[in-house]
């Protein structure tokens, strides 16, 4: 079964606010996450990764945090733009050349 | 510089045949790998190839097959097509260092567009 999981399959967020995205995992061998956009009619796009020697890390307007002892990862945006409208994913690897995704939250941004 | 690309973008195809999907890795990416998408199972990992060697492979039957070439192109290949394999094929590129490396920005996947395959 799935190694990733993610709280909640949609957000709707007012344009402006901060956006919240949840994701549960169950392998404690996970040792590096990543998190991914999709937009309609793309492949996934890199937004950012934390190691699991890490429980924080920030890039542009997006934060990770990782909780290893409850297993979960959150991605938190700043300021949501229409842009940021996707679908995101969490992934993990705890071996090489393979990730594990969970299964996507779709984000609206309402204007 | 150009990113990965896939071909075809779109194809029907109708069960019991096959298909071969075809990616080009970012130019330098010596590692290729295949994922499934679905609304059901999500991303799914079937395997990842470096300089024509699999290194890893997910839980798929054994009709889903792969290789790379001398050049780091891949292809995968469907035999006997189900309807349950109607799914969004995605190809994803990157340097593909030695395993231990792979918190580095090195092994940062690259994802094209995907091969849209419709089984009738």
């Known amino acids: 079964g799935e190694s990733v999981g993610l709280h909640l399959p949609t957000l709707s967020v007012q344009e402006g606010d901060n956006s919240i995205i949840n994701c549960a995992y169950s392998n404690s061998a996970s040792d590096y996450f990543i998190w991914y956009k999709q937009e309609s009619g793309k492949g996934p796009q890199f937004i950012i990764d934390i190691r699991s020697n890490m429980d924080k890390r920030q890039g542009q307007r997006v934060t990770v945090l990782l909780n290893k002892t409850v297993k979960h990862l959150s991605l938190q945006i700043a300021a949501t733009q229409p842009g940021d409208s996707a679908v995101y994913f969490c992934a993990e690897t705890h071996e090489d050349y393979k990730l594990s995704f969970g299964a996507g939250t779709t984000v609206t941004v309402r204007a | 510089k150009a990113g990965v690309t896939q071909t075809p973008r779109y194809l029907i195809k109708t069960r019991g045949q096959q298909v071969t999907l075809s990616c080009s890795p970012i130019s330098g990416h010596r590692s290729v790998s295949w994922y499934q998408q679905t609304p059901g199972q999500g991303l799914q990992f079937l395997f990842e190839?470096?300089?024509?060697?699999?290194?890893n492979k997910g839980n798929f039957p054994g009709r889903f097959s792969g290789r790379q070439f001398s050049n780091s192109r891949s292809e995968m290949n469907v035999s006997t097509l189900e309807l349950g394999d109607s799914a969004l094929y995605l190809c994803a590129s990157s340097l593909g260092r030695s395993p231990g490396t792979r918190f580095s920005g090195a092994n940062v996947l690259t994802f094209g567009a995907g091969s849209r395959l419709t089984v009738l």
């Open positions: 190839y470096f300089s024509e060697t699999q290194r």
